[in-house]
Nanobody, 125 residues
Framework: QVRLVESGGGSVQAGGSLRLSCAAS????????IGWFRQAPRKAREAVVC????????FYLDSVKGRFTIARENGENTVYLQMNGLKPEDTGLYYC??????????????????WGPGRMVTVSP
């Protein structure tokens, strides 16, 4: 059974940092591109960033460039999202998702095969 599980996150004041982890079981992450998405209250889910199997990073939000970094640790079957300089507008439920490597990264939710349950990130002013 394939599972993706996010951990980390939580609450922080503006300017602070948090790290999210996406751990996989039942699949080998190095065979998948991994995307991070987020959903703010009363808003649609949006793509944040994706890392391909060749470690190529694709950012879908200009607002997080220079503040968020994504990295994969294939030996741990885990992908990390480091978030620095957090802002209140970064608040939301963060999801990781997996898409087979043959398709590459995508900003469309419907392209991903597997999803984690999500992890809340709250940034206070």
């Amino acid at each position: 059974q394939v599972r993706l599980v996010e951990s980390g996150g939580g609450s922080v004041q503006a300017g602070g940092s948090l790290r999210l982890s996406c751990a996989a079981s039942g699949l080998t992450l190095e065979a998948y591109a991994i995307g991070w998405f987020r959903q703010a209250p009363r808003k649609a889910r949006e793509a944040v960033v994706c890392i391909g199997t060749n470690d190529l990073k694709t950012f879908y939000l200009d607002s997080v460039k220079g503040r968020f970094t994504i990295a994969r640790e294939n030996g741990e079957n885990t992908v990390y999202l480091q978030m620095n300089g957090l802002k209140p507008e970064d608040t939301g439920l963060y999801y990781c998702a997996a898409i087979p490597a043959m398709f590459g990264c995508s900003g469309a939710t419907e392209d991903y095969d597997y999803w984690g349950p999500g992890r809340m990130v709250t940034v206070s002013p």
